[in-house]
Each structure stands twice: as C-alpha cells, then as structure tokens.
Nanobody, 127 residues
C-alpha cells in the first residue's frame, strides 16, 4: 500500500503560481511512476503530467506544457507540481497518483492504470 497526501492548493489570481506537494508513505516510493491529474466540476479526470521513477523523465498535457513542472525527491518520498502562469481554466481538484506497474522509463496517461490516489487539493484561479 502507498498512501498519498496532496497539499499546497489554494486561491490564486490568473498569472500567479502555486506549488503542489504530494507526500507518499508506505511501500517503496522510488519504484512508482507518479502522475498528476485534475478534475473540474462536471468534467472527467484528466492527465496533467507524469514523472518516471528511473530516469525521472517527465511528460505533460498540451494544455499545461511550458507552464507546469513535475519533480520528485525519492529521498523525501515526495513529488511536486510547480504551476506557473495559471489560468482560470486550470481551476480543478488536483490529484497525485502512483503507478507501480511501469518500467523505469515509462508512465501512463490513463487514470485507471494508477494504483493509488491522494484525496486531492483544490486549486482555484480567479480572473
């Protein structure tokens, strides 16, 4: 079992920044690909980005590419999502998720491939 707890959400004006953190506990964190997803009211959960556990390669949704950055610190069992140049359309509940089925260089964009999820943190961007 892996337990995930997100933090760092809040209310920010358009153009501002937030840094989300996801703290992991339980089984070895370093062998899990980590993903960030978000879900706005009335919409499906969507992929934001992911980071592999081996080479720490990252991938992003087109909507956030160039504005968001994912990083991880295996020693601290944590993964981060730095969000810059925020837009009102970024408003959503953000979730981190862990996928223990991936190789060191792979990741998934599909929510159902992730084994463990945090409870989510609300991000609201005002115009």
């Amino acid at each position: 079992q892996v337990q995930l707890v997100e933090s760092g959400g809040g209310l920010v004006q358009a153009g501002g920044s937030l840094r989300l953190s996801c703290a992991a506990s339980g089984r070895t964190f370093s062998g899990y690909a980590m993903g960030w997803f978000r879900q706005a009211p009335g919409k499906e959960r969507e992929f934001v980005g992911a980071i592999t556990w081996g080479l720490r390669s990252t991938a992003y949704a087109d909507s956030v590419k160039g504005r968001f950055t994912i990083s991880r610190d295996n020693a601290k069992n944590a993964v981060y999502l730095q969000m810059n140049s925020l837009k009102p359309e970024d408003t959503a509940v953000y979730y981190c998720a862990a996928d223990g089925t991936q190789s060191s260089r792979s990741y998934s964009r599909t929510p159902s491939d992730y084994n463990y999820w945090g409870q989510g943190t609300q991000v609201t961007v005002s115009s």
